[in-house]
């Protein structure tokens, strides 16, 4: 199992941070690919390790952000005809910026590691191919 390099400027949990954005499901396989993929960006610019943690920041606090919308019942809700209290879902809003940012970091995070092979650009996720011996 690859060991992350922590001397290139990652940070143990980073891997799985990372995969988390992605939406991938955490396992030996994935850790693996993923810390051998970070250290090869370290390797290439220690600038843009800097750049995936402040991603990586910027994504959790979005994340901390979503959660708290929508706790109330009413949250997200409009008053649309006051004579009879009906109550619609803002279509917009608070939540929607917050997705749109979620979406804006994980595509900046999947450009960067489109080098990795387990990186799927076109989609956004990781997955992995099948060799054939």
Same mark, same amino acid.
């Not at 955490?26 to 810390?35: F, K, R």
């Not at 600038?47 to 995936?52: A, C, Q």
């Not at 004579?83 to 803002?90: A, T």
């Given at each position: *199992?690859?060991?992350?390099?922590?001397g290139l400027g990652w940070v143990a949990g980073d891997v799985e941070r990372i995969l988390l954005v992605f939406d991938v499901g955490?396992?030996?396989?994935?850790?693996?690919? *993923?810390?051998v993929c970070c250290n090869e960006l370290g390797e290439m610019s220690p600038?843009?390790?800097?750049?995936?943690r402040g991603l990586l920041d910027d994504?959790?606090?979005a994340e901390v952000v979503q959660s708290g919308l929508g706790v109330d019942d009413d949250?997200?809700?409009v008053l649309v005809k006051a004579? #009879?209290?009906?109550?619609? #879902?803002?279509k917009g809003g608070r939540y929607e910026a917050v997705l749109k940012e979620k979406w804006r970091i994980?595509?900046?995070?999947?450009?960067i590691f489109?080098?990795?092979?387990?990186?799927?650009? *076109?989609?956004?996720?990781l997955s992995t191919t099948l060799i054939r011996s």
């Open positions: *199992m690859a060991t992350l390099d922590t955490v396992s030996n396989y994935t850790i693996d690919q *993923m810390t600038t843009l390790v800097s750049d995936v994504y959790e606090a949250a997200g809700k004579d #009879v209290l009906e109550w619609e #879902v803002d994980a595509d900046k995070l999947v450009k489109s080098f990795c092979p387990i990186v799927y650009p *076109m989609s956004g996720s």
